[in-house]
């Protein structure tokens, strides 16, 4: 995956560790094929044109189309670092348009001062995990140090006319089934702190649309939670939007 | 949670780690009340009865129920060390009955001399995931390095009478959704290794029962892939197990 300003004319000159990747362990040389994107932009072919000491020169030909950005956005209190630089690469993978970062009650100050919250650590992680599922649309990270502003007032203009979920260990999966079973064009998941949502927080959540989902009885950590609930909301989501058009 | 051995007479005197924890974390004192819980047995009420030192006594009152072997069992080609060490906690917590790890083409003989395969690795992983969920039952792990043997003679001991599903990027969700709506007791999920099954393992696989099931077309690492695809697979089981029996 190329940065929008790394090609020019169809041509990529690469250094550094990009280029030894490709000179040290994929021995590429003059003549062989790579699969290769624009973030945010589409796919294409590289061709490599020169191997000249650490430098790889690629000769590329993009498509037009660019994928469709996910349908599947995260509102996520800021878990442990630990856990969240865990989660990055994963989220991408996995597909999501948006990652809302978001302050609670139970979220620790400290978190928000930690390296994993800024780009330079989080941008490759989020790169890995496109590589990883071939896609090229990065999801946009915001993040939110007022719970209330955020829910109250920015949420619309992030996310707006999709369906709502917030993650609950005690709620029964049926009603946010049914309800993503009626085929909303984009589905927001939250997914709270460690200790969970206050009752206010969740109180706040649930008076703007979100309705609870639950995964069954267990407790699970934060990254484990978030990757499930993501799966089974792709997962009702592809199958709603498949060609059948019904659920299953 | 403790070994059947830790408790006798109801009563449990524990030292090292665990009394650390509770002295130094919880910062417990006599007639303190604990959750407690006896692996692979049925949990219970812990009354801190002496704090002596680095040695804390419990007088422990267990029920008489057993929670039940969760309904999911998980067949893995073994994959990367780093990855099997974080997904060990996840599996426990997610619920699985057993984890069969199984050799493949495509996973490097060395990944079964490392010691995140041996117990003492991976027991305490199992344990730390059952305290998240708060379950007793700790998954049942078996290593096999013979595909064939395990598929044809082995398998039908392990894992019989339910659901057998096999992770397969390309397929559609639909066919196993379908059969899971069904109402299965048990489901055995695959998961194959890095660079997927071989066309003969895949097709081992069909013939002993596993139907294909997808989680879209993006390609995932193995341990986003297993916690996703338990998500589902529990998500679609509470479902297909409600009061309502019928799926939605």
């Excluded at 989660?87 to 978190?111: D, F, K, P």
Aim: hydrophobic letters at 45%; one cysteine or more.
């Amino acid at each position: 995956l190329f940065e929008p300003g790394d090609v020019a004319d169809g041509m990529v000159q690469l250094e550094g560790a990009r280029a030894a990747h490709l000179i040290d362990v994929l021995r590429v040389a003059a003549g062989r094929q790579l699969r290769v994107g624009i973030l945010d932009g589409p796919f294409g072919v590289a061709t490599v044109s020169a191997v000249d000491g650490r430098t790889v020169a690629l000769c590329c030909r993009f498509g037009t189309a660019v994928p469709a950005r996910p349908g599947v956005d995260l509102l996520l209190a800021v878990p442990r670092p630990k856990v969240l630089q865990r989660l990055w690469a994963q989220l991408a993978a996995l597909g999501v348009g948006r990652i809302i970062l978001t302050n609670a009650y139970r979220v620790e100050r400290s978190y928000f001062d930690t390296h994993v919250l800024t780009p330079v650590c989080y941008r490759p992680l989020l790169i890995e995990g496109l590589q990883q599922a071939r896609d090229t649309r990065i999801p946009i990270v915001t993040i939110h140090r007022r719970f209330k502003v955020l829910i109250e007032d920015e949420l619309d203009a992030l996310s707006s006319g999709g369906m709502r979920l917030v993650a609950d260990p005690g709620a029964p999966l049926r009603v946010a089934a049914q309800a993503l079973a009626a085929g909303n064009e984009r589905v927001l998941v939250a997914v709270g702190p460690e200790g969970g949502w206050t009752t206010y927080e969740q109180a706040l959540l649930e008076a703007h649309g979100f309705l609870p989902i639950g995964l069954g009885p267990r407790t699970l950590r934060v990254d484990t939670a978030c990757v499930a609930l993501l799966g089974v909301v792709h997962a009702q989501h592809a199958r709603t939007q498949s060609e059948e058009g019904v659920p299953v």
